[in-house]
Structure formats: C-alpha cells, structure tokens
C-alpha cells in the first residue's frame, strides 16, 4: 500500500510532537512542514531530512502531493485552515478543540462527510491507555453505579492569548468524561477568572451533570504550582482514580463505599456504615497515546473509515466548551 503523504501547518510546542508521530510512522510520509515563522521550520527542516518547509499553509492545503493535513496551529486559525484543506479534497487531523464556535464546527463536519473525507480531532486522550482501562472499568460497572467523576487539570503555563483554560484544558476533560459516560452534559455552571490577562480566563471550576444524574466538575487552571492531570470517579461500590503521572501505574481501584443497613430501632431508617477495602492497581501496558491518534488516522485514512474522535463529536465539545465561555463571559 502506498505510503499516505502528509503536510503538517504549525511548528510550534506541539507541532513537532505530531510531526514526529507521523515521521516515524511506517504508513506515512511526512513531505512538507509549515509555518509563519521561518525560524521555527529551520528548526523542523534541519531535524527531519527530506521534509520541505514552506511559510504559506496553502501549500499544503492545495497541494497535488500532499494527501492529509495535520493541523498544530492556535485554535482560532483551525477552521480556516481545515475548511481549505477539505476544499480541496484533503484527509484532515485537527488539535483540539476543533474551533472557537460549535456552528463552524458543524460546518466543517458537514463539509468533511460532503467531500467524503476523513476529519478527525485531536482528542488523544481517547488513546490513552489509562483512560481506556478507566472506561472498560466503568461499561464493566466495576464501580457500580457512578456517582461523580472530577478531573484536575492544572500546572504553571503555558499561557495563551487566543484562548482560555477551558478552552485549552478542559477541552480534555470533556472528551474525556463524555467517552466514558457514552454523552454530552445536559446540565453546566462555572466559575472562572482572569487573573493574567483580560478576558482570558486562566483558572476555572466547571460542574456539569450528564445523564442519567451523573455529576462531574473540571478544575483547570495554568496559575498553579503543580502540574497534575487526575480523574476520580466515585461509584456506589468502588472508587477509581487515574492519574497520567503517576510512577505505580496510571488507574487505581479502591475498595471503598458506603453501606446502608436497616436500623431496625427507627421506622424504615437505615445506617450507613463506612467500608475500607484494599487498592487494585490494575496492569495498563505503556503505549504512547499520541502514535496511537497517528495510527488511528492513518487507518481511518487508508480504509475510510470514520475516526473516534470524529467532527460531530468533536462539535459536541465545542458546544460544551462555548456555553461555558458565555457564563464566564457574562461574569467577567
Ligand atoms: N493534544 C495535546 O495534548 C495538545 C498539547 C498542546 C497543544 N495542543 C494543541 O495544538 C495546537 C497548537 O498548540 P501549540 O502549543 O503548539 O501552539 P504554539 O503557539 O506553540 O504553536 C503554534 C504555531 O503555529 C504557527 N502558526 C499560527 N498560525 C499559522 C498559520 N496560519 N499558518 C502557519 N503557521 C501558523 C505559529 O507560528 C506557531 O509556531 C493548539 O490547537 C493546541 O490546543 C494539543
């Protein structure tokens, strides 16, 4: 099978992260490279011989030997960027999220399935293999019913300016709880602030409840001293915690709950009894999360296949993402 030839726009942090995925990749070839800063693709160019790099993103969105586009650029350029690029018949990655407002995110969608194309979203911790282990856990109700789900997402920087917390961080942590509980959050509030720059919110605390009465809250924040990226899902009879950084393995059960016993004084009163258990720490095989989004896309490219994280979900949390902004807006 012929090797799929990719052009990735956006050389920045992330950018050789994915260029770098797809270097390495036996079903790819990385052709061409670009940025608006020339000094950022001297820096690509001289790491990765035989990729060309260029300063204008149409000549990787409109080019004959170019097959798919890696999109690593700030957010707000995303939709432009990938609205060219399906244009003109090209298989598309985007990072996360997909774009600033959900109605450009459906469009892209829309435009995506009208070419026939594959449009997927960056949304790697669908290919973590924690979150994988946290989710077979839950569909196998390990911890029973589900209570609540927290996430912690926070660290010192790196600070944005075209977008927020939310925005950046967060946009994990809704794809994250909107896999494992199989939908989108009906209920949202939040608080956020704008420490460092106006109108940019860098600390939030967003509640949500999904269905079926689910609750879940999502601290995000780049003005903390500790980088941490943790998840708790607290269930009826087990607690599961996931925590990417951890040294022991990412997923831990406790054997922890809370019992109810007839209190046979009162009148249909119960008692509730605390139950300490032991931790599991379940084996979860180290894969790099990001060489599996590659793989992903590339199969999805090769058998036209529609990706995990594809557009309409990705929509989804990008309509999450935008009522959240309007409270805090409203707030600022
Ligand atoms: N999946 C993850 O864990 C993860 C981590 C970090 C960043 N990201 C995502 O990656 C994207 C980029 O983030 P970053 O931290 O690399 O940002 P960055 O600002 O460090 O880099 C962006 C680069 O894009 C270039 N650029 C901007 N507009 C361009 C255009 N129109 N044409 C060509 N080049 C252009 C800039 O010159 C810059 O070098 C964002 O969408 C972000 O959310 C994802």
New binding site residues.
């Given amino acids: 099978m012929e090797r799929i030839r990719i052009g990735v ?7 050789p992260n994915q260029i770098r995925s797809f270097f390495f990749h036996p079903r790819t070839q990385v052709v061409r490279v ?4 020339a000094s ?1 693709l001297t820096a690509i160019t001289g790491l990765y011989p035989g990729v060309a790099g260029t300063q204008d ?1 149409a000549e990787v969105t409109r080019a004959a030997d170019i097959d798919a586009v890696v999109i ?4 707000s ?2 939709y432009a ?1 990938a609205k060219d690029a399906l244009e003109n018949g090209k298989d598309v990655l985007c ?2 999220p997909l774009t600033l407002r959900a109605s450009e995110a459906r469009q892209l969608a829309e435009l995506a399935r009208s070419k026939g194309r594959v449009l997927m979203v ?1 949304h ?1 911790f669908l290919f973590n293999p924690g979150i994988l282990k946290l989710k077979e856990l839950i569909d196998q109700r390990a911890a029973g019913q589900v209570y609540y789900l927290h996430a912690e997402r926070t660290n010192l920087g ?1 600070v944005r300016n075209d977008t927020n917390a939310v925005y ?1 961080l967060a946009s994990h942590d809704l794809s994250i709880f909107n896999y494992l509980l199989g939908g989108r959050p009906r209920v949202i509030s939040a608080h956020g602030r704008c420490f460092l720059q106006k109108g940019i919110e860098d600390v939030a605390f967003v509640s949500l409840e999904y269905p079926g009465g689910v609750l879940a809250h999502i601290h995000v924040s780049w003005l903390d001293p500790k980088k941490i990226r943790q998840i708790t899902v607290v269930g009826q009879d087990k607690m599961i915690t996931w925590d990417d950084l951890s040294l022991t393995g990412p997923v831990e059960v406790y054997a922890k709950h809370v019992e109810r016993y007839p209190n046979f004084r009162g009148f249909g009163e119960f008692y509730l009894s605390v139950k300490e258990g032991e931790v599991l720490i379940p084996h979860v095989k180290h894969v790099e999360p990001l060489r599996q989004q590659a793989d992903h896309f590339v199969t999805c490219v090769q058998e036209r296949k529609r990706p995990l994280a594809d557009a309409d979900s990705a929509a989804e949390i990008v309509e999450t993402l935008e009522e959240i902004e309007r409270i805090l807006a409203g707030a600022r």
């Fill in positions: 726009i956006g050389c920045g942090q992330w950018g670009c940025d608006k800063d950022r993103s690593t650029t700030p957010v350029t995303h960027l990072e996360k960056g790697v790196p950046d």
